[in-house]
């Protein structure tokens, strides 16, 4: 590429391919969780149980390390001096760099084949020999599924040949090529202090990292290169199996050129698999859940798709001026759940967001632990009510359709300029979590279980800690001092 699309120099085609990069990294962690959330282990056969549940760990541990990816995209933005930029846009089925269009549906061959195919390199021929029929198969299954997803929603449909699912790899590609070129970015355009503001390993990796060097960088399981490439293959898949509860999280500080573009390099390495010598990248790991399936379609019947909750594509809530469709939750109780999970999903994306603007060295470095303390509560939070919402009603109780997480992106994600409204804006989404949390156990709801309960009230003890906390930090903050957290 000889010359950045018109309006735009090569810094800021840097910064938005991050964005772009940013969003499908994030769109990609919401998809799997739905995905992994929607798979019904309550099966009879115990044997077909374990399986669901290892594909549930599986999914699970890749959508740990899609936030470990969105994180190190965020650091390369600070070192160029972009915005953190955590919004998560849907993707246009045509477009050039997003893998395919943004849907949260329940886990099926077809979509399970979209994501395998995003994932993997864009260079098939160096694939390992025993994966290459698994990537010819998944593109021919993502192509069919898209097709089914597209028919008489827009024409024309996407050319076949081409199925309109893209490999992220060939983004990172693009991204790595502009940044090395000191021609295009300059010395002169990198913030090199900000790594101070970065995240890290050390502070998000906690519990989830199994495999990470001393520098953070992702450490593969190595198999022996002693020719026996089926029995090398077999190692790898008994290992992912083993570890499927184990994320390697990788968040790399960029406090250079070359650790920028070491930074996303590992994120490339991490999904597709183009190293044979590699172990449990996410190719892999959703290789081995797709084997699996097709193994069990075939020794039962054609049409089989794995055990899920029957929940509805893209559920959401409606403001009150919209109107309803067939995906609206609007069955009240599960509406006032998913309304509470869609706050708690905006909390924890606004502390994500707070954090990059406090130094990890700086005289209240503590607020930054803090915050981070709280986006792993949030986590936990918007697990145990998307087990919640998986098992409710999408519109009525004698309908079989349930609602799901409908994970919906807030009016805006922006911080207000000044801390003391920063820290308002995280106190009123805690009074508004608080009130949310009092309606639903004040509702006369007889599917309101001692479990439910229960919760409503560990949050809203977490709360009500969360608003105290907020308060004493205000005290003595006032308006004019940017530079505050």
């Keep these: 590429m000889s010359h950045p699309p018109a309006g735009l120099t090569w810094h800021g085609y840097l910064v938005q391919l991050l964005h772009i990069a940013s969003s499908i990294e994030h769109a990609l962690m919401v998809q799997y969780l ?5 798979l019904d282990d ?6 077909f149980r374990k399986k669901v549940v290892l594909w549930r760990n599986l999914i699970l541990s890749i959508s740990k390390e899609e936030m470990g990816h969105l994180l190190t995209v965020q650091n390369v933005l600070c070192l160029l001096g972009g915005p953190v930029e955590l919004v998560r846009e849907n993707f246009p089925w045509d477009s050039e760099f997003y893998p395919f269009e943004f849907r949260l549906e329940r886990l099926t061959v077809g979509c399970l084949a979209c994501y395998l195919y995003a994932e993997m390199s864009d260079r ?3 694939l390992p020999r025993e994966l290459k029929p698994l990537a010819q198969r998944a593109e021919k299954a993502a192509q069919q599924h898209l097709k089914k997803r597209l028919e008489g929603i827009r024409k024309p449909l996407p050319d076949l040949q081409r199925p309109g699912v893209h490999q992220i790899s060939v983004l990172y590609q693009r991204i790595i090529e502009i940044l090395a070129d000191r021609h295009k970015i300059p010395d002169s355009v990198l913030d090199y202090g900000s790594v101070r503001f970065q995240a890290s390993t050390d502070e998000w990796g906690r519990g989830y990292s199994t495999a990470i060097t001393k520098e953070g960088a992702y450490a593969p399981t190595k198999v022996a290169d002693d020719g026996n490439a089926l029995a090398n293959f077999r190692k790898r898949r008994e290992e992912i199996e083993e570890t499927a509860t184990h994320a390697n999280t990788i968040i790399k500080t960029a406090a250079t050129r ?3 573009i070491d930074a996303l390099m590992s994120i490339v390495e991490q999904g597709d698999a183009s190293d044979s010598r590699s172990g449990g990248s996410h190719f892999e790991r959703l290789g081995l859940i797709m084997n699996q399936l097709l193994d069990l379609r075939a020794r039962r019947w054609n049409q089989w798709e794995p055990p899920t909750h029957f929940v509805a594509d893209d559920p959401h809530t409606a403001l009150s001026d919209e109107q309803s469709d067939e995906s609206t939750i609007t069955y009240a109780h599960s509406a006032a759940w998913a309304n509470l999970f869609n706050l ?3 909390m924890l994306l606004m502390y994500l967001t707070h954090s990059f603007q406090i130094a990890r060295d700086g005289r209240r470095a503590y607020l930054r632990g803090a915050i981070m303390h709280r986006v792993f509560a949030e986590m936990y939070n918007l697990k ?3 087990g919640i ?4 009603p999408l519109k009525d109780p004698s309908n079989a359709l349930r609602a799901g997480p409908p994970f919906q992106m807030p009016y805006t994600l922006a911080l207000p300029m000044e801390a003391i409204d920063r820290w308002r804006l995280h106190r009123d989404l805690v009074r508004g979590a608080l009130e949310l949390n009092r309606d639903l156990q004040n509702a006369k709801q007889s599917s309101s279980s001692v479990a439910q309960l ?3 009230s560990l949050m809203q003890d977490l709360d009500g800690k969360s608003a105290e906390w907020i308060e004493q930090v205000m005290v003595g903050l006032t308006r004019g001092g940017f530079s505050s957290p």
């Excluded at 309550?42 to 044997?47: C, I, K, Q, T």
């Design 454 to 456: 229960r919760l409503l």
């Design 344 to 346: 708690r999903y905006r």
């Design 384 to 386: 145990a009510i998307a």
């Design 34 to 38: 739905f995905a992994a959330y929607s």
């Design 42 to 47: 309550g099966v009879e056969n115990s044997e």
């Design 258 to 260: 070359q650790q920028a």
């Design 124 to 126: 098939v021929l160096d």
């Design 389 to 392: 919402l998986v098992r409710m």
